[in-house]
């Protein structure tokens, strides 16, 4: 709606530029024909030249725009490495743009580096305070980093800003139930569950909660409904394990234990549950090994969370279990 | 071994780095070349079409803009703009550690300490070798009540940093608060072995006094004085020294070190003040006059004055010593209640000296609370009138006044700069607004069109702008607002009156609507604003003008279905079932899927309790557009009295999918599963209804039920009385 022409508009009124003469218009006009001719590559499915041209726009005309668009399409192909060196480059370059700090952020989090995403998050949501979504993201990067109370605190506010969104509701549904907080995670939940009630990632939390408070009929029955759309679902598979475990099926409870475990490696929770299945079993070496399979999740959990100590980002530091 | 200053207070002059400049500036165009560069840069970038890096440099250009606007404020004393402009410039950009470091000193300044330590924590963890900042932390942490803590802040700076006389002398005052005096004396030392100045005597020796370890204190400025007799504040100190220790009060001594003070700068109006006061105190008023008005004329203040008058009384000079007191009490309005009671005494003494009982009066009574122990108290507070220090930490350095690297900078030079900062804060929140709106983020562009016209209402555009981003982010009465103003500007200008008018309409506001759409040229080529003008007229009362403007619409435009489902809305809405009916089957013959209208029919066959032709009419509109919201909700309300909860649960469920914050919608799924049972189930609905709609009174009486069945009794009791209270004012409004 607003004219196109306001920016020029704008930029007339405003006093004569003093410094730094505008680029040449030439060099300008070349950098967008290579972007034009990458655009085509992309369409006629030529990724590689079209990566090649936006790299080399990137460099010559050192070009934030090429860079974005290069750094999407080396993430698309699951080179986080290499999009995250290219964002770093954009970084260097417009430091303080939403669209670069949110493209770091969302490379960072896919590619499960917390804390590059949350060094890119905690500046944007203060340069967007009122942005849910990146106050979404900034609490689920601190999730992964294990940093449950911080993530609270952050999904609380994206759900402030957004009321009843279905991702956030879930999200602090989890990072509830990580902070043994069942009895809050639950009516998220089952509000989640009104609104959409096949969503797997909500049944499974709220089985999760369910089995924190001891209802297990149910814990079984909405772990069962997650499972019966996603089998290898690594919650669903713990409350499984779990609610076996407090009916004393040790051997059924290890099953589902493992799957959990091979569907989520990095699970602190699981192991330590393995654990206690293996030692009701007799297994002692399974037990030992789990134990310590948990104890090293634990403490790469405790090295993220230092690691957010020392870059100056929020941290409780409270450990799950 | 750094640089160390003569006073702690250099500490927060850290305020005057900060800014962009560098160096102090004497001129606007020195004060602001920072930010016009960035501008020059930002603009340069739009134009070579790098739009992110355009955003990030307007980004820096306005937190330069902000950091001068905080260092303007800090000139003048504005603390809490200084605070505000701080906070925005944190906001500004991703490395925000500057404008951090600049918001926690201002923060300590206006009482906030625990803020402060919050920031100061951050920036330390984050930048563990910046001493600064730890010093500044051991402040705030002092200041916030936390001596502890402090003191460990600058052990772990010390240790860093063993060569930082700062910290050194920080740490040493932290020591005495903790009472351990042997371990500051030896580090008040080292920082007098590492800078030998007669200065350095005299900030150990004030420091001792402040923690009222005199012996010590007395001995250090000795010190001083020792070293160079002309030390200034050596004599000063030790005059305030004669008259702190309780019950030992040696005025003559305290009178005679603050006249040798006063040799060395006899222009020094705390000097002048507390001889005077001295003076005062050991009945020597005549003598004190002088001093007290050297004092009153170059810093007047309400101590000043009050004194001034109390000497003047003394020595008959009541009518003077009214005027002094009356301009007391002026000054001392914020002061502590016991000062301007002890002031209003004083007066009344004086005008009823003068002949002026009556008035006296008035002061006596206003002096009731504490004027028996006057004389006492007087005496009593003497140490504390000369103490320039009351509170007995490092903290009290935080308490001083800030510098302004702008401090210097004459009023013309200083308004100058302002304009200029608003100017370029304006353009830079302005042209990223834009850059927004261009890729369709209105929301977003809002926000930054809303933060230039808080900087500036007046900048050319912005008005429009903000009203314009904020009708394509559907926020239509903030968007009101601006286009108002806009309208206002600018009255003449169609497009804003026609944006205004939409905005109205899409509030609900109709009758505006109606009039700013009567006059509009375009409205006669316009079906779309023909209609919205019509519907205007009808919803603000008017249906017979809306039936001439309809009745030409179909002149014009034919015999269009669009246009009779509009007129059979049109007599819906005026309760004219009969006539609305017949539009619309009028509507369904000519085309029988067009829109709205068996959904239309469906809500009239509903009001008037036809349920089966309300929900065959519903099915139908939901036949041709099964997305159709209100018709999903209406047919599930018929199903809901019709006795058919499942499918109206299911519509409802889909409902709320696409719309979550229809607050019938939920209200209604709420209470169809509270009466099936479900009253867990129902309460997160009936809450969100309750949210969106706190003024429907059924919504807290269906959310009270549920309460009460899920065991809440404290707040079914809650939504009870307000569902009782919501009915009583309902009732209250009807005639």
Partial sequence: MLPG????????????????????????????????????????????????????????????????????????????????????RARTLAPDTEEVLSAIAQV???????????????PLTRLAPRIARHHYLFGVALMQAGDMPAATEALQAADRLEPGHNLTSIALGIALNSRKMFGDAKPLLLHVLEREPDNVEALAALAEAEEGLGELDAADSHAARALAATPSHPTANLVVGMVLMKRDRYQEARDALERAAAADTESPKVYYQLSLACARLGDSAGASRNRELYQQKLRAMEARIEELRRVGLPSRGEMPR | MKPFSSRVPRLLVLALALWPGGVAAQTAAEALAPIDRRMALAEASLRGGEVQIAESRYRAAIFDAWMVAGALHVAAGRLLDARDAFRHASQAVADADAAF???????????????????????????????????????????NGQPEEAVQTLEEAHALAPDDAEITFLLAAGYLEAKKVDAAQRLFVEVAA???????????????????????????????????????????????????????????????????????????????????????DARREKAALAPLEIAARLAPSAVAFHHLGRCQLAVGRAADAVK????????????????????????????RQAGAEADAAVHFEAAKAGSERQA???????????????????????????????????????ETVARGVRTALARAYLNLGVLRAQAEQFAGAGEFFEQAAAVDPDFPQVQYSLGSARFNAKQYEQAAVALTRALAADPGNPNVRRMLALARFNTG??????????????????????????????????????????????????????????????????????AAVQDLERARRITPDVPDANATLGLIYLRQGKLAEAAAALREELKHNPRHVLARHTLATVLDLDGQPAEA???????????PEFSDARYLLGKILLASGEADHAVPHLEAAVRLSPDDASYHYQLAQAYRKVGRSELADKHLALFQSLKEKARGRRP
Avoid: C
Wanted: no cysteine; charged share 25%; aromatic share 4%.
């Fill in chain 1, 108 to 122: 960072a989090l896919a590619a499960r580096r917390p804390v590059q995403a949350l060094l890119a998050l905690e």
């Fill in chain 1, 5 to 88: 022409v306001m920016l020029s508009l704008v930029i007339s009124l405003a006093a004569p530029p003093q410094a730094a003469p505008p680029p040449p218009e030439a060099a300008a006009a070349m950098r967008d024909r290579v972007l034009e001719q990458a655009a085509a590559e992309l369409q006629a499915g030529r990724r590689a030249e079209a990566k090649k041209l936006l790299a080399s726009a990137a460099e010559r005309f050192t070009s934030v725009r090429a860079m974005l668009q290069l750094a999407r399409l080396q993430s698309g192909e699951g080179d986080a490495a290499g999009a995250l060196a290219t964002l770093d």
């Fill in chain 2, 649 to 659: 649960m299911t519509l409802l469920r889909g409902v709320l999918q696409e719309q």
């Fill in chain 2, 509 to 578: 506001a109709y009758h505006q609507a109606a009039d700013l759409l009567a006059s509009d040229p375009e409205r006669a080529s316009d079906p779309s604003l023909q209609y919205a003008y019509g519907v205007a007229l009808v919803r603000s009362d008017r249906a017979r003008d809306a039936e001439a403007v309809f009745t030409r619409m179909l002149a014009d435009h034919g015999d269009r279905a669009e246009l009779h489902v509009i007129l059979g809305q049109a007599h819906a809405q005026q309760g004219d079932f009969d």
């Fill in chain 2, 324 to 351: 002094s007191l009356r301009r007391a009490l002026v000054l001392g309005a914020v002061d502590e209640a016991s000062r301007v009671r002890r002031i209003h005494y004083q007066l009344a003494l004086a005008l």
């Fill in chain 2, 194 to 280: 590492a800078r030998p100045i007669p200065q350095t005597w005299v900030l150990i020796g004030r420091t001792y006094r402040d923690f009222r370890l005199f012996d010590q204190a007395r001995e250090a400025l000795n010190k001083a004085l020792a070293k160079d007799p002309t030390t200034r504040r050596a004599h000063y100190y030790l005059g305030t020294l004669a008259v702190m220790p309780e019950g030992d009060v040696r005025l003559e001594e305290a009178i005679r070190e603050f006249r040798a003070e006063l040799k060395l700068a006899p222009e020094d109006p705390v000097v002048n003040l507390r001889l005077g006061m001295a003076l005062a």
């Fill in chain 2, 376 to 414: 006492d108290a007087e005496r009593e507070r003497l140490s504390r009138y000369l103490d320039d220090s009351p509170e007995r930490t490092p903290a009290a350095a935080a308490r001083l006044a800030l510098e302004s690297p702008l401090a210097g900078l004459t009023p013309a030079v200083h």
């Fill in chain 2, 101 to 143: 470091r600049s918001l926690a000193l201002v923060q300590m300044q206006v009482g906030e300490p625990a803020e402060a330590v919050t920031l100061l924590t951050r920036l330390s963890v984050r930048a563990p070798k910046d001493f600064q900042t730890r010093r500044l932390l051991a402040q705030a942490l002092t200041a």
